[in-house]
């Protein structure tokens, strides 16, 4: 007996626009075809004070490191360290470059989701998205390097300072690593398909929006809200699903005619 096929998932659509619910089909309130043209324009705006913020919180984490260092081999008459025992000064300096790494990272992949590097360059494009990671290491690296490789300190000081470092070094780099890098060239053909349909899909959750209603990772959510690209971003949402891009390239591939969701067919 034939397997009986599970019936679409019923959403219940609210406006982006108006807090109103809408029928499955229909254009938000205030919407007009082309209006990636416009989420083009405000992707591509300045994502300057992020990226600043990143380098400084980075330099900050070298500093953390380089005060760290100091703690534990500089004489304890240092006036730029704090009055408590050298292990535990370097600890906390520690903790301080982590979580400056950390920080500056998440600044830094969010610049690059919003205005990616081209892919064109392969070591550039990696490079670029891996900045994080290779902050990471210089931030830590170095100290664990200089601690060990110091005649004075003592056997117990090595070993915490070494483990402390690498256990901080796996922690940050893990936090870094952006584990879905973004290309330029993978923007430009999602704003030219954002550009074809004009509204989108998205939940409360999540970072990303949808151009299919039926999309599969939408099965759970009882509640979408549909709007322009523009309110999409505003509302947190980053980019366009990549199970919906994959969806609509396997379409335009098979149709030879550009296929639009039925969800947004007039």
Same mark, same amino acid.
């Given at each position: 007996? /034939?397997e009986?096929?599970?019936?679409?998932?019923?959403?219940?659509?609210?406006s982006? @626009?108006?807090?109103?619910?809408?029928?499955?089909?229909?254009?938000?309130s205030?919407?007009?075809?082309g209006?990636?043209?416009?989420?083009?324009?405000?992707i591509?705006?300045?994502t300057?004070?992020?990226r600043?913020?990143?380098?400084i919180?980075w330099?900050?984490?070298l500093?953390?490191e380089?005060?760290a260092?100091?703690?534990?081999?500089?004489?304890?008459?240092?006036?730029?360290? +704090?009055? &408590?025992?050298p292990?535990?000064?370097?600890?906390?300096?520690?903790?301080?470059?982590l979580?400056?790494?950390i920080?500056?990272?998440?600044l830094?992949?969010?610049?690059?989701?919003?205005? +990616?590097a081209?892919?064109?360059?392969?070591?550039?494009?990696?490079l670029?998205?891996?900045?994080?990671?290779?902050?990471?290491?210089?931030? *830590?690296?170095? *100290?664990? &390097? &200089?601690?060990?490789?110091?005649?004075?300190a003592?056997?117990?000081?090595?070993?915490?300072?070494?483990?402390?470092?690498? $256990?901080?070094?796996l &922690?940050?780099?893990?936090?870094?690593?952006?584990?879905?890098?973004y290309s330029?060239?993978e923007?430009?053909?999602?704003?030219?398909m954002?550009?074809?349909t004009?509204? $989108?899909y998205?939940?409360?959750?999540?970072?990303?929006?949808?151009i299919?209603?039926?999309?599969?990772?939408l099965?759970? @959510?009882?509640?979408?809200?549909?709007?322009?690209?523009?309110?999409?971003? /505003?509302?947190?949402?980053?980019?366009?699903?990549?199970?919906c891009?994959?969806?609509?390239?396997?379409?335009?591939?098979?149709?030879?005619?550009?296929?639009? +969701? +039925?969800?947004?067919?007039?």
């Amino acid at each position: 007996m /034939a397997e009986e096929k599970k019936p679409k998932k019923e959403h219940k659509i609210v406006s982006a @626009s108006t807090g109103e619910a809408v029928k499955p089909g229909s254009r938000p309130s205030g919407a007009k075809p082309g209006a990636g043209g416009v989420a083009a324009q405000q992707i591509a705006a300045s994502t300057t004070g992020l990226r600043v913020g990143s380098i400084i919180l980075w330099v900050a984490a070298l500093v953390s490191e380089f005060l760290a260092i100091k703690a534990i081999l500089a004489p304890a008459d240092d006036p730029f360290i +704090p009055s &408590i025992p050298p292990l535990y000064a370097g600890i906390a300096f520690l903790v301080l470059d982590l979580i400056c790494v950390i920080i500056g990272s998440l600044l830094w992949k969010k610049a690059n989701h919003i205005h +990616p590097a081209s892919e064109k360059n392969k070591l550039t494009f990696w490079l670029w998205n891996n900045m994080g990671v290779i902050v990471c290491a210089i931030a *830590f690296i170095p *100290f664990v &390097i &200089i601690l060990l490789k110091d005649e004075k300190a003592d056997k117990k000081t090595k070993m915490i300072g070494t483990i402390v470092a690498v $256990v901080a070094l796996l &922690i940050g780099g893990f936090a870094s690593y952006d584990y879905n890098p973004y290309s330029q060239e993978e923007q430009q053909q999602i704003l030219a398909m954002e550009e074809a349909t004009s509204q $989108v899909y998205w939940t409360t959750g999540g970072k990303v929006f949808h151009i299919y209603e039926d999309c599969q990772h939408l099965n759970r @959510s009882e509640e979408l809200m549909l709007g322009t690209t523009q309110e999409a971003e /505003a509302a947190g949402k980053e980019r366009l699903c990549k199970t919906c891009f994959n969806r609509h390239e396997k379409e335009l591939a098979e149709g030879g005619t550009e296929a639009l +969701p +039925p969800a947004v067919n007039e």
